[in-house]
């Protein structure tokens, strides 16, 4: 289902930009330009929905989002676009699930020049457009690189498997090499992550006077897993600080260590915006891509990283796809809101659309969720997709408080009450037969056909565990 992008931008941008904007009132000038909200999304990279002390944790301090979250609202049923990289951030920038976005797991595939991403969009209507961090969506010299899909400024990693070391020799600065001549010949002293962080002050101040988009998609807490299989630690990171002194293993320090040191430059970010006075003008999302890892030596149950959920990355069951998402609007989202409105990554870009006052194209998956950051009543998903092709076609839908879950295409369909079973233990599949039936239809009609990911009926190697504490794959 993919729109002629170049069609679309042209007409209907300019004309629901027009349409949407609040108008001034009587006597009143047209608001200027700047008056648009700046808009930030925060993307960490495996980051559990356990990992953050608002949600839960009990070791790792993230003073920073936490206070985000109390300035904001804390979504508890938000979720990522997949349960792996490359996909969860397909759905975010194009607005569709990976029933029918072009890129469903991670693979070398770039986006194509008729796919409209949000960036597109907000560059229209009058934005400045950045992205930091790690793409995923394009090789170098394809029609996927970030300056081709509506970024004005783009400095990163490009290539998803590249961003595992933190200590790169290059990135990508626009569509040119950006060599970091402190990481030659064996040498350690340019810790990719700082440089993002930097780059993002960087891009507010030259932009303050508004409007702009910044993408900030960090890596942490990624694992190195081409180091983790040489060392079996694979939490690169400058400092174990503050957790030097911990008995904990290695692995689990750099894991710590990375999240607090994420959240101390989100502080600083956060800061920057009230020392421009554009605090109020600027809405910030933070979320992660999917659930946390168990990869570089890092275990997720020594934090306890999916809190009460089961699975973790690549699993489609809770803690695979479930993820922290805190908003921050000064002014307009009340401070201190829990909501546990249902939600997922393909609901960005329409959101993004509504806040600049211009119509997102047809044919997507999301709706807005502007109404539920303001508190007003919210249109809600019948229900939301996902498939899985890595260990063989997996499926699963979210339908108001069920859950429905098929391993594999033969497989039986799961099914699980989270109002009562958050963890997904209690398969209550033969109890409700009509659901079951409902999701079996979903599953075969909410799939556009994909030469790159059809379905596939190879067995899973490994399984996800059924508790929180017993998560590990064998």
Known sequence: MPLDRRGFLTVAVGAAAAAALPRPAAGQDAQPKASHPNIIFILADDLGYGDLRCYGQKQIQTPNLDRMAAEGVRFTDCYAGSTVCAPSRCCLMTGQHTGHCLVRGNAHIPLRPEDVTVAEILKKAGYATGIIGKWGLGEPGTTGTPNKQGFDEWFGYLNQCRAHNYYPEYLWK?????????????????????????????????????????????????????????????????????????????????????????????????????????????????????????????????????????????????????????????????????????????????????????????????????PALLGREQTQHNYLYWEFHERGTAMAVRMGKWKAVRPLPKSPIELYDLSKDIGEEHNVADQHSDVVAKAATIFETERTESPHFPIRETRRRRRAGKKKKTQKRK
Do not use: C
């Open 174 to 370: 626009n569509e040119k090499k950006f060599v970091l001549e402190g990481n030659h010949n064996g040498k350690k002293e340019q810790y990719s992550h700082d440089l993002f962080a930097a780059e993002a002050l960087s891009f507010v101040r030259r932009h303050k006077d508004g409007p702009f988009f910044l993408y900030l998609a960090y890596t942490i807490p990624h694992a190195n897993n081409e180091l983790g299989r040489e060392t079996h630690d694979g939490m690169e990171v400058p400092s174990y600080e503050p957790y030097a002194d911990k008995p904990w293993p290695n692995p689990q320090k750099g894991h710590a260590a990375m999240i607090t040191r994420m959240d101390r430059d989100i502080g600083r970010l956060l800061a920057l915006l009230k020392e421009l006075d554009i605090g109020e003008n600027t809405i910030v999302f933070f979320s992660s891509d999917n659930g946390p890892h168990q990869e570089g030596g890092a275990r997720p149950d020594f934090f306890d990283s999916n809190g009460p959920l089961r699975g973790i990355k690549r699993d489609l069951y809770e803690g695979g796809i479930r993820v922290p998402m805190i908003v921050r609007w000064p002014g307009k989202i009340k401070p201190g809101t829990v909501s546990d409105q249902v939600w997922a990554f393909w609901d960005f870009l329409p959101t993004a659309a509504e806040i600049a006052g211009v119509q997102p194209p047809d044919g997507i998956d999301g709706i807005s969720m502007l």
